[in-house]
């Protein structure tokens, strides 16, 4: 198994662009997570999803959008590109149980908005 | 509100020796579960080690444990035998058992190990 996968592992974005955060998992989990990092400081939410078709906000959604097709991917948009979204996005997935849940991260994605 | 604390920015150890990485959080629930996370340089979260606060016994997974007060809302990691491995960035964590989307994070330790 290739876990969790994301591309790219690094972008500069101009203020004012859009791109999309491509996130893959392929353990068959139903739970999947948008986080960021910023320098210095631990992961905050963004975005969740607990199957294909069905996403809700977390603690820091705004500037964000998320879909949820299929089970396997799990994309984050970000339309108007600002300087503060400069950051460390992880992509986290888990397969819950009722109350059992345990998050697999990948690797990150850098992202710089100047 | 959740919080999760840590107030060692960085610490030190030497190869070999015990080390003890602190962590308190607030919570007005009485079910959730803490974890461990480790950072290395490669920037990818490993999970090091989860605790249910409906268990009394405290977690361990090899050289790694926890050292649970729930009363005191207390969650520290030991490091036994400490490798050169184990240097890294520490995260706390803290989610609510019935609340997917709560899920907090501590701003981190900084740990080196010294040969």
């Known amino acids: 198994n290739a876990g969790v996968t994301q591309t790219p592992k690094f972008r500069i974005l101009k203020i004012g662009q859009s791109m999309t955060l491509q996130c893959a998992q392929d353990m068959n989990h139903n739970y999947m997570y948008w986080y960021r990092q910023d320098p210095g400081m631990g992961l905050k939410l963004i975005y969740y999803?607990?199957?294909?078709?069905?996403?809700d906000k977390g603690e820091v959604p705004n500037g964000y959008n998320v879909s949820r097709s299929t089970t396997e991917d799990f994309p984050l948009r970000l339309e108007l590109a600002a300087p503060s979204q400069t950051s460390v996005y992880f992509c986290?997935?888990?397969?819950?149980?009722?109350?059992?849940?345990?998050?697999?991260f990948g690797p990150g994605t850098r992202l710089l908005v100047l | 509100a959740q919080t999760v604390t840590q107030s060692q920015p960085e610490m030190s150890v030497q190869e070999a020796e015990t080390v003890t990485l602190s962590c308190t959080y607030d919570t007005s629930e009485s079910d959730y579960y803490l974890f461990w996370y480790k950072q290395p340089p490669s920037r990818q979260m490993i999970l090091v080690i989860r605790?249910?606060?409906?268990?009394?016994q405290n977690a361990t997974e090899n050289r790694f444990s926890v050292n649970f007060q729930k009363a005191a809302k207390s969650f520290s990691l030991k490091i036994s035998d400490s490798q050169l491995g184990d240097a890294a960035m520490y995260f706390c964590?803290?989610?609510?058992?019935?609340?997917?989307?709560?899920?907090?994070f501590g701003s981190g330790t900084k740990l080196n190990v010294k040969p």
């Open positions: 964590a803290y989610r609510a058992i019935y609340n997917f989307n709560k899920f907090y």
């Open positions: 999803s607990v199957g294909a078709g069905i996403t």
């Open positions: 605790q249910e606060a409906y268990k009394q």
């Open positions: 986290a997935s888990s397969y819950a149980r009722g109350v059992e849940e345990t998050q697999y």
